[in-house]
């Protein structure tokens, strides 16, 4: 079995604050994905990350980015420097390489307070 | 490309009513998919498919059906509205890879469809 756990259901912050927000997966499988997605108000959905269980390297795009550690099963989300246009609800997910189904986080919830 | 587009935007039903959910892609993916997101639940699969023909369920198939006759599209069916199935309703898609079933290539998702069943 596969699961996401997204801990943190809501985080507010002040404009120009840092913030991470937190995954942590379980899965058996040495194989597996890891992704992030973005939803904001609209409700789209937005892919912002993946990344595969051989490839530990931290990613950063711009404010963003991305720790992933296989020793805490978790991959975790930094913004820096957090703008208004930041506040969004964030999902984790996670397919391992013997399933066809993306498991989802139950999503943080950002506020960015101007 | 348009991409996954999904009608209607938005659908009020009568409980007991049926009705047909569309969703469609134009990037040959093999993979699509029905998720529902409620308040504090992320997104949970309902059924999903790898190729024309071929369709399985996921984590809450109770209430709906589907089929995929062409690559293109994956209409979810409704059968029997119940107040339950008030939620979003989002379709997904995504190239699937040889050599095993998860992949790490991207899904895209379409706008979404904001149901409420009275």
């Known amino acids: 079995a596969q699961k996401v756990t997204q801990a943190q259901t809501e985080i507010s912050v002040v404009e120009k604050e840092d913030v991470t927000l937190d995954c942590v997966y379980e899965t058996r499988d040495t194989t597996y994905y890891l992704f992030w997605y973005k939803q904001p108000p609209s409700g789209e959905l937005v892919f912002l990350i993946r990344r595969n269980s051989f490839d530990e390297q931290n990613e950063i795009s711009g404010r963003y980015s991305w720790n992933f550690q296989k020793s805490t099963s978790s991959f975790n989300f930094t913004i820096t420097a957090s703008q208004v246009v930041d506040s969004a609800v964030y999902f984790c997910a996670l397919n391992w390489a013997g399933s066809y189904q993306l498991t989802f986080g139950k999503g943080t919830k950002l506020s960015v307070i101007p | 490309n348009a991409g996954v587009t999904q009608t209607p935007k938005f659908q009020v039903l009568k409980t007991g009513q049926s009705m047909t959910l569309q969703c469609a892609q134009d990037m040959n993916h093999e993979y699509m998919s029905w998720y529902r997101q409620d308040p504090g639940m992320g997104l949970r699969l309902i059924h999903y498919?790898?190729?024309?023909?071929?369709?399985d369920q996921g984590e809450v198939p109770n209430g709906y059906n589907v089929s995929r006759s062409t690559t293109e599209d994956f209409p979810l069916r409704l059968l029997s509205a119940a107040p339950s199935q008030t939620s979003v309703y989002f379709c997904a898609s995504r190239l699937l890879t040889s050599g095993g079933a998860g992949t790490s290539n991207e899904q895209f998702f379409g706008p979404g469809t904001r149901l409420t069943v009275l």
């Open positions: 498919s790898v190729g024309a023909g071929i369709t």
